[in-house]
């Protein structure tokens, strides 16, 4: 009888988490497990029929605003029954994609079989402002509290918290109170021979995009939400640009800051204008940072940015803010820029790329795609997540 898993994941759009779901389904033996996948956005599907994945897609129940902490109990408690899965793994962004009563349905359905992996570095609730009662008598912060402690029990009613990164880990146990002993910290990584330089695709892309093959081409890979502060890059770059017109910027995504930013690009003049390029979603993104020379992720908060990976493993020159789990993957100077999240972090961080000789450019190059390499072998981590999750490898 094969062992029934439910994967549970809230999206809007398509990112690294959504990739890392994909390459965890890629690489489950099929024969053995049974596998169902609950997502409030069905986003999955053509990707699961290309790569001949036989994960059963559904959606997950509906919940509104005003719902009781026991009315979102019982909805899920009833959607895990109609499945019966032997296990339930919950993929959460900022603590917030599901909340304590999905998960001790889970939990109890499960007999305890119910884990999480958590794709950044969630903050903290912030403290109540000092309310006065009657103008003088203080607030106690009891929502702040409740919420704290609601955040907190979740690492109580999972057998596993897998983290993405140090950072993401460190969060959970040091700010969130998760228990120290089911909080494992699991990388990912990308693969080296699909993320490879290509010299005849950096050729025969910039040709087709009338790109001069001596100009230097700034991209950015990620879901266009305001979390990813493409706004920064987009500002540095119009600072830049004014000096050098041998520069280019391409921003690959879609998502809900779109218009945010496509509003501040037509609102620059038309020299620098003309250089800056939505290709919005891509699903083939290797040749799109092959005909690239410096990446750039300008976020507030990542747990272990996977399209960093994806460029370091080509060859890019990465300038990146400090913003959690990049600390881990960039050593400044050597395998890349670590910047401060502001627009004058990512101007100084372009402006060293930009300056380096060809030698430097090169001795970078080669030390992102070795330390990817050597630390974000993502086959082998896949393997070791899959085990916390007591799954077998195909």
């Not at 800051?257 to 290709?279: A, H, P």
Request: aromatic share 12%; charged share 25%.
């Amino acid at each position: 009888m094969k062992r029934k898993y439910l994967f549970l994941m809230q999206t809007e759009d398509f990112g690294g988490a959504e990739r890392l779901q994909i390459d965890y389904f890629k690489s489950i033996d099929f024969d053995k497990y049974s596998v169902t996948f609950g997502v409030n956005n069905d986003i999955f599907r053509r990707i699961f029929n290309k790569n001949n994945l036989p994960v059963k897609l559904v959606y997950l129940p509906a919940l509104n605003q005003k719902d009781s902490f026991f009315i979102k109990f019982v909805k899920y408690y009833k959607f895990f029954n109609t499945i019966k899965p032997m296990c339930i793994v919950f993929n959460q962004f900022w603590l917030k994609s599901f909340s304590l009563p999905e998960v001790i349905a889970a939990f109890l359905i499960t007999k305890g079989n119910a884990y999480m992996i958590v794709h950044d570095c969630p903050p903290v609730h912030s403290k109540d402002k000092d309310k006065q009662y009657f103008g003088f008598i203080p607030g106690l912060g009891l929502s702040w509290r409740k919420d704290r402690l609601l955040q907190t029990l979740l690492g109580y009613f999972t057998k596993y918290t897998i983290a993405v990164s140090n950072a993401t880990k460190d969060s959970l146990i040091k700010q969130h109170k998760f228990p120290k002993y089911n909080v494992k910290r699991v990388y990912h990584g990308v693969d080296i021979h699909d993320n490879v330089p290509s010299m005849e695709n950096r050729i025969r892309l910039r040709r087709e995009m009338n790109i001069p093959n001596s100009d230097k081409i700034i991209v950015s890979t990620a879901m266009l939400y305001s979390g990813k502060r493409l706004d920064r890059l987009v500002e540095a770059f119009a600072i830049l640009a004014q000096a050098r017109n041998d520069i280019h910027l391409i921003i690959v995504g879609s998502g809900s800051d779109y218009n945010k930013l496509t509003g501040m690009v037509n609102s620059l003049g038309e020299d620098i204008k003309s250089r800056i390029r939505f290709l919005g979603f891509q699903e083939d993104i290797p040749p799109l940072l092959q005909l690239s020379d410096i990446f750039v992720l300008p976020s507030d908060s990542e747990g272990l940015p996977l399209a960093c990976l994806e460029a370091m493993s080509c060859g890019l020159i990465s300038v990146v803010t400090d913003c959690g789990g990049p600390v881990e993957m960039i050593k400044d100077g050597y395998n890349g820029f670590l910047v401060e999240k502001s627009t004058e972090g990512i101007v100084n961080g372009l402006g060293r790329s930009l300056n380096l000789s060809s030698e430097e450019r090169s001795q970078i190059s080669c030390n992102s795609r070795e330390f990817v390499k050597e630390k974000f072998n993502f086959r082998k981590n896949i393997q070791c997540g899959l085990r916390l999750l007591e799954i077998n490898t195909t």
